[in-house]
């Protein structure tokens, strides 16, 4: 596709319920990125895939984050059990290799936990 | 946590003035990035300057970087409605790709 797009757009759930979030990457690209955007923390670094490979996972916030990426494309982040304080914008960037260089971002999926 | 610090948080300017806004950041950087964000969603890539450069342009917009201060600035020049927007530094460390934020500077233009 033309850009990073996310899906869904917004999602309300209920405390305690499991959320997925998907992101599909600029075609071609091999590196992608999630990150959160909340208003007490700002915009924080999650999880970082080169291909298929997440090599530092220590961003995600807790025990109840996953991400996973098949067939270097679609990324998936996943939350289980979900709290309050998960409420945020979560954003997805890709860039065509891991490198130190440009992240383009998508829209973003803003999720809230009643 | 976040790298870095901008100031001002907040800044409203008439349409053709000039904005300026600050970021500060802590540890050593392969390179700084400026995004800038509408209505709180997506983040559009605005300038990358690497640690070797002290000045950038691109189109009105204007980039310095001070390694010795750990700071960089950000001009809009002849500043348009459509600026409007919230807008971040990102630093990325050597041998990392993370990108680490500022709490970034919401601009008004004012028509």
């Known amino acids: 596709g033309a850009g990073v797009s996310q899906s869904p757009s917004n999602k309300v759930t209920e405390k305690g319920k499991d959320v997925e979030l998907r992101c599909d990457p600029i075609s071609g690209h091999t590196a992608l990125y999630w990150y959160r955007q909340s208003l007490g923390q700002g915009l924080e670094f999650l999880i970082y895939?080169?291909?298929?490979?997440?090599?530092?996972k220590s961003g995600l916030p807790s025990d109840r984050f996953s991400a996973e990426r098949t067939g270097g494309s679609v990324s998936t982040l996943t939350i289980q059990r979900t709290q309050q304080e998960d409420s945020a914008v979560y954003l997805c960037?890709?860039?065509?290799?891991?490198?130190?260089?440009?992240?383009?971002f998508g829209p973003g999926t803003r999720l809230l936990v009643l | 946590s976040q790298q870095g610090e901008e100031d001002p948080q907040a800044l409203s300017i008439q349409e053709g003035e000039n904005a300026t806004m600050n970021c500060s950041y802590k540890t050593s950087i392969n390179n700084l990035q400026w995004y800038r964000q509408n209505s709180g969603r997506g983040l559009v890539h605005l300038i990358l300057?690497?640690?070797?450069?002290r000045e950038k342009h691109s189109g009105r917009l204007r980039v310095t970087l001070d390694t010795s201060k750990k700071s960089s600035s950000l001009l809009i020049t002849a500043s348009r409605a459509a600026d409007t927007a919230s807008y971040f530094c990102a630093t990325v460390p050597p041998n990392d790709y993370k990108l680490s934020f500022g709490a970034g500077t919401t601009v008004t233009v004012r028509a």
């Open positions: 895939f080169q291909g298929n490979s997440a090599p530092d």
């Open positions: 300057i690497r640690s070797n450069e």
């Open positions: 960037a890709s860039s065509l290799v891991l490198s130190l260089e440009t992240q383009y």
